[in-house]
């Protein structure tokens, strides 16, 4: 990921995929185009804006800022800097040239953005925006082992692959964590991102059932840093052992960890697998009116995407037949949403593309040609694929958690205990005297949810708890 960095304060870490996933897929809230500029030190700066008021729209403006740097540092428009390098004022023109050759040599070698540290400024407001801004400062190091992605050897025949990365750290006094811990956690992310990067290149093929080919470079790289971003959370269990190499301090109380680590190959393949799943073939509930539930379920059957009653995610569809003349056109939408309301893609038609002669039963042949159309039917399902894949950056579907009160003897420690559990993001607690209630994300099934939750609740129980019973594929209500 790329991770922002304040001299002043420290603000959390921008997940690049995500970053990537809200920028192509336009997921709610709207994020706006960006503007890229060189200060007079060379230093590389994007200011981006989202729709809307808080920390939502905050993420999503950070995660188009976060894109736009991560294409910008990759693509041609970097040498624009050397074309204004003769004014810059406290910045020699061979120091900026100078700069400007390690990011193209870095980018050419194999590195990502993932390995760049940026500052990020405090968030403003700009009409009914809110707006930031994120500076990649010249002299951030882009060299060195992070840059080692093509340098694994994939052995089958092994169990465990071994890479070499760098982990930086600044002191996060919020969690009680030391910069070498802080740097130590970045490092082993960083050797589970690359082997993901390397197994997807190995493996995508086999273990996708997504029907959408993933040729373009930067769907590749969005793709590997969703998989590697939700792998995340369980880099303790897929890092078998690992040596410190190397130890630098840095500025502001930071050090730079030069790490070996070991990764178990099985256990990072399955998943791997399961994300890639979850974002290829999830299971989904189609919610429209006939005709359009029966032609999307038999178009997401042909998609390989499979349509249940018991979905939590929900595709969601409406089509309005509109006439004008003799002619009648179809205005067609789809949202992707979860049993929560939470929106993760939308796709509308252009019903400019055709129209047909107004009769009766006109409603069923309009669809029939629209999903049967080449670029309608890929604009839809790379809609969808990009829906799916932005559910599963954002952390999975939100699932529901009830627990009858009388079964805690205490609730002060549950977000805690919740939050120990690998792959759970988000998570907020509530309830009333009868009840305690509790909302979270995660990247696998209730049924899942519900038996992890039956290993780690007993420390806080009072009395042993019933049974879970799982609701709408989304609520898990011990009661």
């Known amino acids: ?49 989202a729709y809307g008021r808080g920390a939502a729209a905050i993420a999503q403006a950070e995660a188009q800022a976060a ?22 004022t406290t910045t020699s023109a061979a120091e900026a040239t100078q700069w400007v050759q390690s990011l193209q040599e870095a980018s050419q070698s194999g590195i990502t953005v993932a390995n760049l540290f940026v500052q990020s400024g405090q968030p403003w407001l700009q009409g009914s925006d809110t707006c930031v801004s994120m500076t990649l400062v010249r002299g951030t190091d882009v060299g060195g082992a992070d840059a080692l992605d093509g340098d694994i050897v994939w052995d089958d025949a092994s169990r465990e692959v071994a890479v070499v990365v760098n982990g930086e750290g600044w002191p996060n006094k919020a969690k009680g964590l ?7 956690v970045d490092g082993l992310r960083r050797a589970v991102s690359q082997v993901v990067g390397v197994w997807l290149q190995q493996n995508y093929s086999q273990y996708s059932n997504s029907s959408i080919e993933q040729t373009n470079d930067e769907v590749n790289e969005s793709l590997k840093d969703v998989v590697a971003q939700q792998l995340h ?157 932005q559910m599963v950056a954002q952390g999975g579907l939100i699932h529901e958690i009830a627990i009858a009160r009388r079964y805690l003897s205490s609730t002060a420690e549950l977000p805690g205990v919740l939050q120990t559990i690998g792959g759970v993001r988000d998570v907020q607690v509530g309830g009333n005297e009868q009840l305690v209630t509790a909302q979270l994300r995660y990247n696998g099934s209730a049924a899942e949810l519900a038996s992890v939750l039956s290993q780690v609740l007993p420390p806080l129980l009072a009395a042993p708890l019933p049974q879970a019973r799982i609701d709408n594929a989304y609520k898990i209500k011990f009661l």
Not at 279 to 299: E, F, K, N, T, Y
């Open 233 to 389: 959370t369980r880099s303790n269990g897929l890092v078998k052992r690992w040596q410190l190499l190397d130890t630098q301090m840095l500025s502001d109380g930071g050090v730079k960890l030069t790490l070996e680590a070991v990764v178990e190959k099985q256990e990072l393949a399955q998943a791997a697998q399961d994300i890639l799943t979850a974002i290829g073939s999830p299971r989904v509930r189609v919610m429209a009116p006939q005709p359009l539930a029966d032609h999307l379920r038999l178009w997401l059957n042909r998609q390989g995407i499979e349509v249940s009653e018991n979905a939590s995610l929900l595709v969601n569809a409406n089509a309005d037949v509109r006439v004008s003349g003799n002619s009648a056109r179809l205005h067609l939408g789809v949202q992707v949403e979860d049993a929560a309301g939470n929106l993760y893609g939308q796709w509308n038609n252009n019903p400019a593309l055709l129209a047909l002669p107004n009769k009766t039963g006109i409603h069923r042949d309009l669809l029939d040609v629209h999903l049967s159309h080449e670029q309608q039917r890929a604009a839809l399902a790379n809609a969808l694929h990009e829906a799916f894949t």
């Open 178 to 184: 030391s910069a070498q811990q802080v740097a130590e």
């Open 1 to 49: 990921m790329i991770k922002a960095r304040n001299h002043t304060a420290k603000l959390p870490a921008v997940a690049m995929l995500s970053g990537l996933v809200a920028l192509a897929f336009g997921a709610a809230p709207a994020a706006h185009a960006s503007s890229i500029s060189f200060n007079s030190n060379a230093d590389i700066t994007v200011q981006a804006c």
């Open 67 to 88: 894109a736009e740097l991560a294409a910008f540092v990759k693509g041609p428009a970097l040498l624009q800097l050397n074309e204004v390098a003769d004014s810059l």
